[in-house]
């Protein structure tokens, strides 16, 4: 029989990783059903994010395209809202061939383009470097706060992308005009 030693550890790192994981595991395990079973806890701490997590349950979290925009964005592009979260929002931008758009910034948001369909270039400005980054279907690239940005569409398809604001858009009041690379070239509404 083997001697029964308290100080005995796993002999390698991911076993003792491992073992820890499982650790966290069976306590979060047995401080939920304390929790939830037992009235004397019927309220936390965690009282206030749950309530924002129920809240959060009220979204859709499936969207499909609308076949029309739902509005004008700032720079000029029409705008499809997708889903929306916590911690940002999506939605489907598109910039008809042969346009360009109004050059903006933002006040408090980040935001991360995915392109679609189409061809166009996008310029993006900040305090230390500027440059133009030639976009189509497959190129992704990101738009820090307070970034300058334009982006134009060129041959015979429309420029289209999916972008995700974080946090989420607050509204047309985020995007402030700013000085841009080329002359706007942007439908007039309801063109």
């Not at 595991?25 to 009235?39: G, K």
């Amino acid at each position: 029989m083997r001697n029964f030693r308290a100080d005995r550890r796993p002999h390698t790192r991911n076993q003792r990783i491992q073992c820890s994981q499982v650790f966290a595991a069976v306590l979060l395990v047995f401080y939920l059903a304390f929790c939830t079973h037992n009235p004397a806890y019927a309220t936390s701490p965690f009282d206030e994010e749950r309530e924002v997590i129920e809240n959060e349950a009220q979204k859709p979290w499936t969207k499909l395209l609308n076949p029309e925009p739902d509005y004008e964005a700032p720079d000029g592009s029409n705008v499809r809202l997708l889903v929306d979260g916590r911690n940002g929002n999506m939605a489907h931008f598109e910039l008809a061939p042969g346009h360009t758009s109004k050059a903006v910034a933002h006040h408090t948001v980040e935001e991360l383009w995915f392109f679609l369909s189409g061809r166009g270039e996008m310029w993006r400005k900040n305090d230390t470097t500027a440059e133009v980054t030639e976009v189509r279907a497959g190129v992704s690239i990101r738009i820090p706060v307070g970034t300058h940005f334009q982006f134009r569409a060129f041959g015979d398809e429309t420029l289209t992308a999916v972008a995700v604001s974080m946090p989420p858009w607050p509204g047309a009041e985020e995007a402030y005009p700013v000085v841009g690379k080329w002359p706007t070239q942007v439908p007039i509404t309801g063109e």
